[in-house]
Each structure stands twice: as C-alpha cells, then as structure tokens.
C-alpha cells in the first residue's frame, strides 16, 4: 500500500521560513518524479514545485527563488524548503508521487499539510 505523509507545516510570520518533509512508503521512490501542490481557500490546486527522478527541478514562478525541492532516496523523503514566506503561501500543500510505465500512470497522493503565514 503507498503512503505518502507529509509533515512540517504550521503558522509563521511572513519573511519567515518552514521546511516539509513527504515520507513516502511502499513504493520505489527514487524511480518516481516528484512534487509538491498547494491549495488555498477558495483556489484551484497550484504545481508549486517538481522534481525528476533525475533530480531536475521546475518551480512556479511566485515561489521561484524562494522555495528549494530536493530528495532523499535512500531515505525514501521529499522536501520543500521555504523561505521569506508571504501571507499569500497560506494554502494546504500536497505531495505528489507520479510514474509512467508504457501506457500507465501511477500517481499518488498525501494527504496534505497546513501552511500559515501571517502577516
């Protein structure tokens, strides 16, 4: 069974900074491309950050330069580093775990972690 538990969420003044961490469990993890999404109050769910099995990153662009991803595999872990936190980060974020094999996708998801960044 694959389980994605993401941890490290919490409340903090803007400018400041917060690490998540996603353990994942049953699944090769350093196989799997790698991401992290945030929903906010009333918004669509937003890509914020993704990480090849590579190790390649892409970032949307309003957390560009502000958050790192990076990966562990031999600790099966997914990371988001954030820093100078704005109000407008507030959202749940969500890790994702994705791979496609010939014709079939495999994607998994955690069950999400609250950020709150006051201002």
């Known amino acids: 069974q694959v389980q994605l538990v993401e941890s490290g969420g919490g409340l903090v003044q803007a400018g400041g900074s917060l690490r998540l961490s996603c353990a994942a469990s049953g699944l090769t993890f350093r196989s799997y491309a790698m991401a992290w999404h945030r929903q906010a109050p009333g918004k669509e769910r937003e890509l914020v950050a993704g990480i090849t099995s590579a190790g390649s990153t892409d970032y949307a662009d309003s957390v560009n330069g502000r958050f790192t991803i990076s990966r562990d595999n031999d600790k099966n872990t997914l990371y988001l580093q954030m820093n100078s936190l704005k109000p407008e980060d507030t959202a749940v974020y969500y890790c994702?775990?994705?791979?496609?094999?010939?014709?079939?996708?495999?994607?998994?998801w955690g069950q999400g972690t609250q950020v709150t960044v006051s201002s």
């Open positions: 994702e775990a994705e791979q496609l094999i010939g014709d079939v996708e495999f994607d998994f």
